[in-house]
């Protein structure tokens, strides 16, 4: 363990593989914990939204009818904020892995690092190395995390769309 912190006693290929591996350790703790923050907010909201809900249809709320309307257009337009933020975040780390990614693949293009050199070293970023994988860039765009937030976005518009409807226009509808 003390040669992997000091670089003692290492080949180059192993340095630069610690360091550039340890970038990506970082990368994605930090990815993470955006994930777990956004999801989290997400939940505290939506919660919100629905105890709100609950109460604005139900007529329980006297006249602060349209002080609730305006708090959950306010909670809505948060949420959809703090997605668009954790969006802009989620696609950054993503940008920081891939330049991780192809700076690996660029010093062992540059180095001509055999592939028995390279034997035990499998890509930084996980799975085989480069070309050995071709699943690596056809993941689906919808299933890929850092488009959770986008998903986030849908929902929040659905929700203020759908409160808008029974809001105003269901209403309208009723009255001749």
């Given amino acids: 363990m003390a040669d992997e912190v000091s670089g003692h006693g ?7 593989y610690a360091r550039l591996r340890a ?3 970082d990368e994605n703790e930090l990815y993470n914990q955006r994930t777990h923050w956004l999801i989290f907010i997400e939940a505290l909201l939506f919660a919100t939204t629905g105890l709100v809900f609950e109460v604005f249809f139900t007529n329980e709320v006297g006249g602060h009818r349209t002080f609730i309307g305006a708090f959950i257009l306010v909670i809505g337009l948060l949420g959809i904020y703090t ?3 954790c969006f802009r975040t989620l696609n950054n780390a993503g940008d920081a892995l891939t ?3 192809a700076l690996w693949d660029g010093y062992v293009e540059a180095t001509g690092a055999s592939s028995k050199e390279l034997l035990w070293f499998p890509h930084v970023a996980g799975g085989t190395p480069k070309g050995e994988d071709q699943k690596r860039g056809r993941q689906s765009l919808v299933f890929r995390s850092r488009f959770l937030p986008l998903g986030f976005v849908v929902a929040w518009v659905a929700i203020l769309g ?4 029974f809001v105003f226009i269901v209403p309208s509808m009723s009255t001749p």
């Fill in 83 to 85: 997605a668009l933020v």
């Fill in 23 to 25: 970038q990506i350790v």
């Fill in 10 to 16: 290492l080949t180059e290929t192993e340095k630069v």
């Fill in 99 to 101: 330049e991780i990614r």
């Fill in 162 to 165: 759908l409160f808008f409807y």
